[in-house]
């Protein structure tokens, strides 16, 4: 199973590389790609991450998962760039795993891409108009698509991701994390 994982200027850094960290400990072939022709990407708070690919040098469809990070302005970034997007949209038709998280899911919405399914995203990024349901969860996982609510819950859908992929290595990656799931749900600040 080979992934990808997409960075864009602006992209939240722990959504990234949290995903990596987990697939990696998980077994799991995960490339990090730039979108651009530089290998080195901005996060959204200023951390300059240095990717193992630009996307000149993929062939998307060598990948078996697609992953999107958010970060509001890498977020918009991915969601520019009509390579991707074309490529995110063929891939998912053909019921190819595709996982967002945050913001990013609302790309995967503007592409029709979450219609009739459940799904998840930072509250202020679900939007009617993707014909979907919103679930207020960690992360969400409908069919080939798996979306996450936010920073917070990367783990959360990094484990998603891993338990699709490579079941038998979670209960090792949860435990070399020392991860143990909350059931609590998290209450907008007043």
Known sequence: M????FFAEGFEECEGLIIVDVLRRGNVGIDTVSITDSREVLSSHQVEVKTDKVWNEIKPDDYDVLILPGGKLGT???EHFAPLTATLKKHCEAGRLTCAICAAPSILGHLGLLKHRNYTSFPAFSDPSYEGDYQMELAV????????????????FALEILKTINPNSLEHVEYGIQYEHAFRTLKKPM
């Open 2 to 5: 080979k992934c990808a994982i």
């Open 76 to 78: 918009e970034n991915l």
């Open 141 to 156: 996982h409908d069919g080939n698509v798996i979306t996450g609510r936010g920073m917070g819950a990367t783990i959360d």
